[in-house]
């Protein structure tokens, strides 16, 4: 059963750096195409795409967030940071990350809430 998850800090402050993880399990993605992808719910408000990664490493970002945003992969296993740069209370958002491991097979982890407040 594959579970995607993502973890981190429930608050943080603002002009500090957000850091989030995904572990995604029950699917060996080592040396398979995955295509990976962040995107945040602000309260009140649709979904945001934020970036992405692919099994070659390759990394996309919004350019609206790109100046402020880094995405990584952990090659030993199956995790993935999302990193988030100087963030103001409009970062405040639930976050989300998804995997496309092809042939129509997308899971979505269930959430992280990040709040920005001193």
């Known amino acids: 059963q594959v579970q995607v998850r993502e973890s981190g800090p429930g608050l943080v402050k603002p002009s500090q750096t957000l850091s989030l993880i995904c572990t995604v399990s029950?699917?060996?993605?080592?040396?398979?195409?995955?295509?990976l992808t962040w995107i945040r719910q602000p309260p009140g408000k649709g979904l945001e795409w934020i970036g992405a990664?692919?099994?070659?490493?390759?990394?996309y970002y919004s350019p609206t967030l790109k100046s402020r945003t880094s995405i990584s992969r952990d090659t030993s296993g199956n995790q993935f940071t999302l990193q988030l740069n100087s963030v103001t209370a409009e970062d405040t958002a639930m976050y989300y990350c998804?995997?496309?491991?092809?042939?129509?097979?997308?899971?979505w982890g269930q959430g992280t809430q990040v709040t920005v407040s001193s």
């Open positions: 998804e995997i496309d491991v092809g042939r129509g097979s997308i899971y």
């Open positions: 029950g699917v060996n993605i080592a040396g398979n195409g995955y295509y």
């Open positions: 990664i692919n099994h070659r490493g390759n990394t």
